[in-house]
């Protein structure tokens, strides 16, 4: 691409910034701030993210027409006092109602004066996206020129498909200014210049990609802003999974080579995702706290560390909750774990309740051998105990079952599927194992070696019976996890999974759990989405099914 005839330079600036769903006088302020903060640094333009104005995604909110009243009087509020930047573009992602017609909306202004706007033109309706339900199509192109540039404007998934970037290019444009919120999964970012590359660079154009950053719900939004040249190289890269206002200059329509920020391994992008999504969960809602069952096994072990990570150490209390199968160096990890992490720690024996459920059922159970009954009834004494500390201090109780046990129903319902926040509900148990030594080797959160080396290494146990082992019930978790990931996360039939080289009867057994375990997990808290299928939104299957395949 060969630069625009002018020699200015000009001074794009990327808001990438933390927006609460709802909060339109807060996000309003986070707006101004940045334009304040870009307008110091010299720029020309600035961009924020898709609909920072109310946060993203607003779901239902956008079926309210208050939403639009409310959030049109505050953005008219906050853009007359842009007129203390008169030279400044902002790009400011907000919804619009005209009629009976509502859209996601770009809107740009110079100083107070208003520009133009553009409407989304592609609505995602896959995935954790359901765009149709609320919005209308967009259909014209919005340009507009700053020092002798073009600059076109499209929003999010307009970029997905070639359609908006050509329709720009046609309409003038020279370098696209994309307002976005896409939400995280692992290799996400890679994903991002891959598409941008297909449908915008290839047509010539520059490209400053602007996304929001923080946790929504079971959403976490990963920043991870960058600059393209017309030639599909990677210019600028902004931090992942942090707050940033960062400024990039162009010659023209030719980014200058500024600042790339280099990339994060899959675990500590996993590892980011969940102590923001934990930090935002509870810092956005107003829980004071949070409340951990300690097991001494490994997945309550990471939950602790990422909720002390996300948290602090004086938000988080632990609670072990030991009955008679509790073996020893349960009690002794729990313990240490607590100790190396600083965080209060309880131990409430369960025993004396178990037994008195024992002795209540024991006429209706006459002549009936123990089974998982007796199991469960442990599980939710528990359960019970964390939900009442819970509700008298106020702290938001975090599960601690991971994305293997909650396919396959290996959980128990009001038992520790009991509270509020599941914080690695999509993290296969393997992948548990993994950030557990990443989290012991690293020392982006502070020290290292927070987990015991015996949690990670000895044999998993739910810890309800005598010798009891999760492989007692289960297949390897190596097994385990690669059949559902291409059940579950890829769709693949069981013929396609044994084709693999799995062994079919275990093929059959984990999907035949998997469809088994749904009304279970319909039960079940929200919890992070790391992957790009989690259960929860990702995942629509009916609890009354009896389809085979």
């Given at each position: 691409?060969?630069?625009?005839?002018?020699?200015?330079?000009?001074?794009?600036?990327?808001?990438?910034?933390?927006?609460?769903?709802?909060?339109?006088?807060?996000?309003?302020?986070?707006?101004?701030?940045?334009?304040?903060?870009?307008?110091?640094?010299?720029?020309?333009?600035?961009?924020?993210?898709?609909?920072?104005?109310?946060?993203?995604?607003?779901?239902?909110?956008?079926?309210?027409?208050?939403?639009?009243?409310?959030?049109?009087?505050?953005?008219?509020?906050?853009?007359?006092?842009?007129?203390?930047?008169?030279?400044?573009?902002?790009?400011?992602?907000?919804?619009?109602?005209?009629?009976?017609?509502?859209?996601?909306?770009?809107?740009?202004?110079?100083?107070?004066?208003?520009?133009?706007?553009?409407?989304?033109?592609?609505?995602?309706?896959?995935?954790?996206?359901?765009?149709?339900?609320?919005?209308?199509?967009?259909?014209?192109?919005?340009?507009?020129?700053?020092?002798?540039?073009?600059?076109?404007?499209?929003?999010?998934?307009?970029?997905?498909?070639?359609?908006?970037?050509?329709?720009?290019?046609?309409?003038?444009?020279?370098?696209?200014?994309?307002?976005?919120?896409?939400?995280?999964?692992?290799?996400?970012?890679?994903?991002?210049?891959?598409?941008?590359?297909?449908?915008?660079?290839?047509?010539?154009?520059?490209?400053?990609?602007?996304?929001?950053?923080?946790?929504?719900?079971?959403?976490?939004?990963?920043?991870?802003?960058?600059?393209?040249?017309?030639?599909?190289?990677?210019?600028?890269?902004?931090?992942?999974?942090?707050?940033?206002?960062?400024?990039?200059?162009?010659?023209?329509?030719?980014?200058?080579?500024?600042?790339?920020?280099?990339?994060?391994?899959?675990?500590?992008?996993?590892?980011?995702?969940?102590?923001?999504?934990?930090?935002?969960?509870?810092?956005?809602?107003?829980?004071?706290?949070?409340?951990?069952?300690?097991?001494?096994?490994?997945?309550?072990?990471?939950?602790?560390?990422?909720?002390?990570?996300?948290?602090?150490?004086?938000?988080?209390?632990?609670?072990?909750?030991?009955?008679?199968?509790?073996?020893?160096?349960?009690?002794?990890?729990?313990?240490?774990?607590?100790?190396?992490?600083?965080?209060?720690?309880?131990?409430?024996?369960?025993?004396?309740?178990?037994?008195?459920?024992?002795?209540?059922?024991?006429?209706?159970?006459?002549?009936?051998?123990?089974?998982?009954?007796?199991?469960?009834?442990?599980?939710?004494?528990?359960g019970t105990l964390l939900?009442?500390?819970?509700?008298?201090?106020?702290?938001?109780?975090?599960?601690?079952?991971?994305?293997?046990?909650?396919?396959?129903?290996?959980?128990?319902?009001?038992?520790?599927?009991?509270?509020?926040?599941?914080?690695?509900?999509?993290?296969?148990?393997?992948?548990?194992?993994?950030?557990?030594?990443?989290?012991?080797?690293?020392?982006?959160?502070?020290?290292?070696?927070?987990?015991?080396?015996?949690?990670?290494?000895?044999?998993?146990?739910?810890?309800?019976?005598?010798?009891?082992?999760?492989?007692?019930?289960?297949?390897?978790?190596?097994?385990?996890?690669?059949?559902?990931?291409?059940?579950?996360?890829?769709?693949?039939?069981?013929a396609e999974i044994v084709a693999?080289?799995?062994?079919?009867?275990?093929?059959?057994?984990?999907?035949?759990?998997?469809?088994?375990?749904?009304?279970?997990?319909?039960?079940?808290?929200?919890?992070?989405?790391?992957?790009?299928?989690?259960?929860?939104?990702?995942?629509?299957?009916?609890?009354?099914?009896?389809?085979?395949?």
């Amino acid at each position: 691409m060969n630069p625009s005839s002018n020699d200015e330079i000009i001074r794009v600036a990327i808001a990438q910034i933390n927006c609460t769903v709802g909060d339109l006088e807060g996000n309003a302020e986070k707006i101004f701030n940045a334009a304040r903060e870009a307008a110091a640094q010299g720029a020309d333009i600035v961009v924020t993210p898709e609909l920072a104005l109310t946060g993203y995604p607003p779901e239902d909110l956008l079926l309210r027409p208050t939403l639009y009243a409310r959030s049109d009087a505050i953005l008219a509020a906050m853009v007359a006092r842009l007129a203390a930047f008169p030279d400044l573009h902002c790009v400011i992602g907000h919804p619009t109602i005209e009629g009976t017609q509502r859209y996601n909306t770009a809107s740009v202004w110079k100083g107070s004066t208003p520009i133009g706007r553009v409407h989304k033109r592609e609505l995602p309706n896959y995935d954790v996206f359901d765009e149709e339900r609320y919005f209308d199509h967009g259909t014209e192109p919005m340009v507009f020129e700053v020092k002798g540039t073009r600059f076109g404007v499209v929003v999010c998934e307009d970029t997905w498909f070639p359609h908006a970037p050509l329709a720009s290019r046609a309409a003038g444009a020279e370098v696209l200014l994309v307002p976005n919120a896409s939400p995280f999964h692992v290799q996400k970012l890679s994903q991002r210049h891959d598409v941008m590359r297909a449908n915008v660079t290839s047509a010539g154009l520059s490209l400053v990609y602007a996304n929001l950053v923080g946790g929504q719900d079971e959403l976490v939004f990963d920043g991870g802003s960058f600059v393209l040249d017309g030639n599909g190289h990677v210019t600028a890269q902004m931090k992942n999974f942090v707050e940033a206002i960062a400024v990039f200059e162009f010659d023209g329509a030719v980014p200058r080579p500024a600042t790339i920020e280099p990339s994060l391994s899959l675990c500590e992008q996993v590892y980011r995702a969940l102590v923001l999504g934990v930090a935002d969960y509870l810092g956005k809602n107003g829980f004071p706290g949070a409340i951990i069952g300690l097991s001494g096994g490994v997945d309550s072990a990471l939950t602790l560390a990422i909720a002390v990570d996300a948290l602090g150490a004086d938000r988080v209390r632990t609670v072990m909750m030991p009955s008679r199968y509790t073996a020893d160096i349960s009690w002794i990890d729990a313990r240490e774990m607590a100790k190396r992490v600083d965080v209060q720690y309880d131990e409430i024996a369960i025993a004396p309740m178990f037994d008195a459920f024992r002795a209540q059922l024991a006429t209706q159970f006459e002549g009936l051998a123990e089974d998982t009954t007796e199991e469960n009834i442990q599980a939710r004494v528990r359960g019970t105990l964390l939900m009442a500390l819970s509700n008298k201090t106020g702290r938001i109780v975090l599960t601690t079952g991971n994305k293997s046990e909650l396919a396959t129903g290996y959980c128990t319902l009001y038992g520790d599927m009991a509270g509020g926040f599941a914080v690695i509900k999509d993290v296969a148990k393997t992948l548990v194992y993994e950030l557990c030594s990443w989290r012991n080797a690293s020392t982006v959160f502070g020290k290292g070696d927070v987990i015991p080396e015996r949690i990670i290494t000895r044999p998993p146990s739910a810890e309800l019976r005598d010798n009891q082992t999760d492989q007692d019930s289960l297949p390897p978790y190596e097994v385990l996890d690669g059949i559902m990931r291409r059940f579950m996360e890829e769709d693949e039939s069981g013929a396609e999974i044994v084709a693999a080289g799995y062994a079919e009867a275990d093929v059959k057994r984990v999907a035949r759990l998997i469809k088994f375990s749904e009304y279970k997990r319909r039960q079940s808290p929200v919890g992070i989405r790391i992957t790009h299928r989690a259960f929860g939104r990702d995942w629509r299957y009916p609890i009354t099914n009896r389809f085979e395949g």
